[in-house]
């Protein structure tokens, strides 16, 4: 598989969608649970954010690197992917019901969702709308999950439909606690996020 697809599909990975929490998890770990709730809680109010970074994506026949921007603003994205990739760079924008995806040198897509784009380009299903969840160091809320807390009472470790998702470390801004480096692996795929700076928002306030 082409690298920039690879790389397409770890932008899509970081689609988001909004949703309320729900009561589906497994707690494990040393971490005090009325402490994972409240930090839960102040965390999933964040529904904007600007993030830089890299994403590196390891796959069985390919592998590579690139930098990260993403812009979210309630349920508006713009994730801009690009860098030492060898075939250039892609753009994910949009809005739920339409979305698009334009990649250099190669084309611009359109898809009522992001599981359907992604599918339709990559022949992969995915869980594309977690990571609005995982990169605030959250479980999505329409799945069960299988968590471990660290010593902190934050997510160190996640289980959810198929995904492993280690949580590395973490950094403190604006008065949040929230995730710096990430691993994901599953489906053949490991992608790992370091996120360089960490601009939280609370539009909905």
Same mark, same amino acid.
């Given at each position: 598989?082409?690298?920039?697809?690879?790389?397409?599909?770890?932008?899509?990975?970081?689609?988001?969608?909004?949703?309320?929490?729900?009561?589906?998890?497994?707690?494990?770990?040393?971490?005090?649970?009325?402490?994972?709730?409240?930090?839960?809680?102040?965390?999933? =109010? #964040?529904?904007?954010? %600007?993030?830089?970074?890299?994403?590196? !994506? @390891?796959?069985?026949?390919?592998? &590579?690197? $690139? =930098? #990260?921007?993403?812009? %979210?603003?309630?349920?508006?994205?713009? !994730? @801009?992917?690009?860098?030492?990739? &060898?075939? $250039?760079?892609?753009?994910?924008?949009?809005?739920?019901?339409?979305?698009?995806?334009?990649?250099?040198?190669?084309?611009?897509?359109?898809?009522?969702?992001?599981?359907?784009?992604?599918?339709?380009?990559?022949?992969?299903?995915?869980?594309?709308?977690?990571?609005?969840?995982?990169?605030?160091?959250?479980?999505?809320?329409?799945?069960?999950?299988?968590?471990?807390?660290?010593?902190?009472?934050?997510?160190?470790?996640?289980?959810?439909?198929?995904?492993?998702?280690?949580?590395?470390?973490?950094?403190?801004?604006?008065?949040?606690?929230?995730?710096?480096?990430?691993?994901?692996?599953?489906?053949?795929?490991?992608?790992?996020?370091?996120?360089?700076?960490?601009?939280?928002?609370?539009?909905?306030?």
């Amino acid at each position: 598989m082409r690298l920039r697809n690879l790389m397409a599909a770890g932008l899509l990975l970081l689609l988001t969608g909004c949703a309320a929490l729900g009561p589906q998890e497994t707690l494990e770990g040393q971490g005090d649970q009325t402490a994972w709730k409240a930090h839960k809680t102040q965390v999933s =109010t #964040l529904d904007g954010w %600007q993030i830089s970074g890299k994403v590196g !994506i @390891r796959a069985p026949k390919d592998s &590579g690197s $690139g =930098t #990260l921007f993403w812009l %979210q603003r309630q349920d508006y994205y713009d !994730i @801009r992917l690009s860098g030492p990739l &060898g075939r $250039g760079a892609a753009r994910l924008t949009g809005r739920p019901g339409k979305i698009e995806l334009e990649v250099a040198n190669q084309g611009r897509y359109q898809a009522e969702s992001p599981e359907a784009l992604l599918e339709e380009q990559l022949g992969w299903r995915l869980p594309v709308s977690h990571l609005l969840w995982w990169v605030r160091g959250l479980p999505a809320p329409d799945s069960r999950s299988r968590l471990t807390l660290d010593s902190h009472s934050r997510l160190a470790d996640l289980e959810q439909d198929g995904w492993k998702v280690q949580f590395l470390s973490y950094v403190e801004q604006n008065g949040f606690t929230l995730p710096e480096r990430i691993k994901l692996s599953g489906e053949n795929l490991d992608i790992t996020l370091v996120i360089k700076d960490w601009q939280p928002r609370q539009l909905g306030q």
